[in-house]
């Protein structure tokens, strides 16, 4: 059973391409990256990869502590706010392509019931 609502899944599926990922350093300290993800249906996750990926910051902050935090969103015309946060564990596989995964355990959304102009 996937923790994304049906409006959820189908805001990920359609919604915007940039994401913002947050991660824990070494020292505890909170790092953020906009980057590009997938929502994985078949496992409900969200997966993030790219070019040279297992040699990047976030790929190793994830290696040494797999708490993570989310965030896709954007704003329709006017002002409609829409949002997917997701908290989650998530893992750093290494075959056949460096990729992290993000398992959610809490995710919170907004505004999904107003649809594009």
Known sequence: ????????????????????????DETGQPRIVPLGWTYNTELGTIDIGGRNFAATRKYRDVQANPKVAFIVDDVLPPWSPRSVIVHGRAEAIASPEPIIRIHPVRVISWGLDTEPA
Not at 1 to 21: D, H, Q
Request: net charge neutral; charged share 15%.
């Open 1 to 24: 059973m996937s923790a994304f609502t049906e409006a959820e899944s189908r805001y990920l599926l359609s919604g915007p391409g940039l994401g913002r990922l947050a991660t824990v």
